[in-house]
């Protein structure tokens, strides 16, 4: 069966065309369901971009349970894509098929499990994850505090900044199948490289257990606070964007590579190159989410031709378009 991060692989720019048998029509299992099941739901409110069409299904779980039994009677029939704060993502203009499942409240607590560990809901986000640590004195999570993300998102991706990442500080995660079982994956079975891991594709992380070291709450809110200045500096943070649109390539610095082809501040439709950071597209107001791919494919161009470098998109790109 088709599933969503098969097309995230597909980085030629063609926006894929992809046949969900029965999309909104398929039948999703109502039977039972606590949390908030709706059809035909916009993601645009839900992203950074403030873009894209709407879920053919969005679930909103009340509990671990709720998601459990959900994702079981739907047993993998119709795809799944889990949905965090929406910072590294084009939702395409056609929206998405299948379900997409957002991780509420119920899943966003973080508590100290040890003197350096700590347990975190999936939809648990990169600050609260970040002063917990400082208030009980563990370092080597702070890099987590500029990262506008969700747990889930962060051990998907392999976040990273300054120099640190997930793949750095994971123990292990509890994850659910497409299947609804649940299983606990040690950080080794995610197989970690640069912003990417081998989660199945569909799986929803719906908690994580991150380890740092003994450290002093002060300084680490001193360089908690380094890191929010230096974000407030570099990136465009009161924005409509996506966070970083391309990989950095091998040895180099995408930003640098996209500022020398001559793309600071170019535009297409409402969508255009921050002028403040080169590797950030931002929505100027009224972008449209091809808009903003289409501008990130045209920059890939313009840096092959100046460089010769093929840019990876970092941002998931999904849906129809
Ligand atoms: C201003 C800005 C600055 C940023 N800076 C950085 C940075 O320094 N370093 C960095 O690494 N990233 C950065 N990002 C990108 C983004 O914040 C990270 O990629 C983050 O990990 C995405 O988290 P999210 O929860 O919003 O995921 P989303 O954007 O919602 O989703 C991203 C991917 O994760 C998957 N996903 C989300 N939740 C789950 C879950 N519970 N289970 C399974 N899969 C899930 C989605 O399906 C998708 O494939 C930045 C973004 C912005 C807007």
Known sequence: MVQPDDWFDLDDGSAPTCAVEGGVEAAVPVEGVRGKLTAKAPLAKLVWFKTGGAADWLF????LDDLKAFMERLDGNLPVMALGLGSNMIIRDGGVPGVVVRLGKPFAGVSVTGETTLQCGGGASGILVASTARDAGIAGLEFLRGIPGTVGGFVRMNGGAYGREVADILVDCDVILPDGEMVTLPASDLQYSYRHSALLE????????FEGTPGDP??????MDRIAEARENSQPLRTKTGGSTFKNPEGGKAWQLVDEAGC???KLGG???SEKHTNFLINTGDATSADIEG??????DKVKAHSGVALEWEIQRVGRP
């Open 271 to 273: 969508a255009q190159v």
């Open 202 to 209: 569909g799986a929803v992380v719906v908690s994580a257990r």
């Open 60 to 63: 909103e779980p009340v509990d």
């Open 264 to 266: 600071r501040g170019l």
């Open 295 to 300: 501008l990130g494919e045209l920059v890939r």
């Open 218 to 223: 002060e300084a680490i809110g001193a360089e």
